[in-house]
Every structure is written in structure tokens, then in C-alpha cells.
């Protein structure tokens, strides 16, 4: 047997701990008894019958293994699940994509959806608004679709946010109750798991189900960042899209900027003008980078998206 064996041998005999690991004394209080060491060794007989010298990696291990924290609960999972209402998405002002998925307008969503999940992806973002120049744009409508479009990709996460508190639109869009209202999750005073719903494995949404004067002063408050922050933290979504207000009307899109990495653009193509969409161009400025300009109602009739 090697110097470093009958060392190691008469460390663990004479109750000394031959692995800092285990070394749970405050120093110099903690003096050598060995009768105390005896009846320690009675409640330990791994230790007690073991004949070769223990290995410090083997006390690594077991030490791992005992400071393992607890699973915690999948938040999205405890989300509560709602369907799309039954109402006639054909005649609707803002039918739903996944209904018409052979349209030109569907297709359209798709390639949207394919540039925006690559441009966020290689600049490590996930927060997008989607604001209009001014209000009958498609904002909403937008967002809902580019949100379903999103969500058709496997094991993915997106949330959509109705942060339009002006005018929300998702809510009857999507024809689903609220459960809670949204102005109460962005003040904390209701926790995200009774506000947010998931229409899928992939979809979640937070409702605003009325308007709201004060929208602005709280979209900029450090409860509403808070509140978002969380609810990222807790869902970990690959994409959370906001509808905002229309970015001429009101100061809900720059109060918003510090909480979204990027904006896309709704534009009319029977009442847009570029005038409009240069002054919120200079709206945004270089606050958020403008990752499209979308154009709603174009010649021939469906989504043109143009990545900037």
C-alpha cells in the first residue's frame, strides 16, 4: 500500500475528512472526539465497512446528487386552454388565415412568418410590435394571422399580446372570452396563469377585453415592464408579438419602445400614404430597428410583406 493509501486510510479511520467537500465545520471550534466519530460511523456503514481508501470523486458525486434543486412546474403547461369561437370566419371584416390556407393571403402570412423567425434568430431577438400609421390598416388582423402562422411550427412558443388598449381587436377576432383583464396583469395585480390562455401547444394569448385611457403612462410603467419580464422569464416563448395603437393617433408605440426589440409596419394600400409611413418612420427612428413595412390591401389583393 502506497504513502498516499495509508494516509488516506488513517484519515477516514480517525474521522478526519480527507474531501474538502464534506468539511461542514466553522473552523477551529469543531475538535477531534472519537467517540463522537464512533457513533457516527454506527449510522454510516458504507463508511464503516468500506476497506479501501474512499475516492474523492465518489464523495462529488453523492454530494451532487443530494443538492439537486426541485423540478419546478411547467407555466405553459398550466396555462388554461381555450378553442377559436364557431362564428363565420368568411364573412368576417379579419378572417383567420388557418381557415383559408390555400389563399394567396395565407401564403403570403407563411413568408412573413419565414423572414421574421430568421431575422430574429440571427440577432437573438423575440419581442415584436406591430403598429399602423393609423387606425383600419390591419394591424390587428395582421398580428392575429402572423401569430397562427407562427404557431403552425413545431415545437415552437409564440404569445401574442393585445397591448391596442385604445381599441382592442384580438379578443373578438379570435371570438374568445378574456379571463382576466389586462390592465390588471400589467399593474401585478393578477398573476399571468389567470390572465394569459393557450389556444394551442404552441399559441398563447392576453386578451384586453376594454379600452383603457391611461394606456400609455402604463405601458411605461415599471410594473408593466415587470410584468412582461416575468411572463417571458416563466414561458419562455420563441416569439411574442404585441399589437399596439396606430403610431400617429397616439405615444403608445414610443412610451412601449424599451420593452420590444423590433416593429413591423401595417400599411393601407387604399389610405396609406407615404407621407404617413415616412412620419413614423421618424417616429421610430433609431429607438427600435423597423423590420418591415407591410402592405394590407394591396394591387392583387393580398399581403405583401417588405423586409427592410
Known sequence: MSYYDNKMMSEVESGRNPSPLDDTSGGAEDTYRPFRRKAALRDEPVFAQRQQPVAPHILTEEVRVETLPAVLPNTWEQLQIVSFGMRDHIRSRAPLVNFFRETPTARA????????????????????????????????????????????????????????????????????????????????????KDHLVRCSDTLAVGLADEASSNASELLQSQACSEALDAMIEDTQPDVVLYDLPPVLAHDDLTAFMNQIDGVLLVSDGEQTTSDQIKACEKIIGGHVPLLGVILNRGRGSRLEAYAS
Not at 147 to 169: H, I, K
Open 109 to 192: 402570412f407563411d413568408i412573413l412568418r419565414t423572414r421574421l423567425l430568421q431575422t430574429l434568430k440571427h440577432e437573438g431577438w423575440r419581442r415584436v410590435a406591430i403598429v399602423a400609421p393609423t387606425s383600419g390598416c390591419g394591424a390587428t388582423f395582421t398580428a392575429v394571422n402572423l401569430a397562427l402562422s407562427l404557431a403552425r411550427v413545431p415545437d415552437s412558443r409564440t404569445v401574442l399580446m393585445d397591448m391596442n388598449m385604445r381599441d382592442p381587436g384580438v379578443k373578438s377576432t379570435l371570438d374568445i372570452a378574456a379571463p382576466g383583464r389586462q390592465q390588471d396583469f400589467l399593474d401585478g395585480q393578477i398573476a399571468m
